[in-house]
Structures are given as C-alpha cells and as structure tokens.
C-alpha cells in the first residue's frame, strides 16, 4: 500500500513534537508500528518523510552521503596495532 506524502510528513512531525510515543502515533493515524518507525527514520536520515522513490535532490544527496560513510567505515582498512615493543637496530 502507497501511503501519500502528507500522511508521511504527518506522521513524523506528530512524532518529532515528542508528545507521544511511536506506536502512539500508529494508533492515531491507523498506521503500522514499522510505518512510524520507517517515516521517523527517513526523516531523521534525509530530513524528510520519504520512500526512496520520491525522494528529490537534496534527499538523495543526504542518501548518498549517509551510503557512502557506511561504505568507508566498512572497507576502511583496519587501525594499525601497537604492540609496546621498541624495534632496535642492532650495531
């Protein structure tokens, strides 16, 4: 089911008032638990209420960012260990 892009924005701006909880919100809009938590996330990610397919220019600028610093921290090589021990050259 497509939900329309004022029932999303509504959705996470009931929310983000901090009045009431997210299943709170579901209940008032008739919507799912996993809906609220959807919108709430979009909203915080890309700062707007979303699906990915409607998203405009500054949404999937902000999509993109947030892919690629998770794409750095996993293919960032790992932090070099120290081990405490001094290398001496031998004479």
């Known amino acids: 089911m497509t939900f329309s892009e004022d029932l999303r924005v509504r959705v996470a701006n009931c929310y983000s008032q901090g009045d009431v909880t997210m299943r709170e919100v579901a209940e008032i809009f008739n919507v799912s638990l996993g809906f609220v938590r959807n919108m709430v996330t979009c909203y915080r990610r890309f700062g707007q209420a979303t ?28 932090p070099l260990q120290r081990t405490g021990h001094v290398h001496r050259r031998k004479m």
């Open 51 to 78: 699906n990915s397919h409607t998203l405009d220019a500054r949404g999937l600028e902000a999509r993109f960012r947030a892919w690629n610093k998770s794409f750095q921290r996993l293919h960032a090589p790992p």
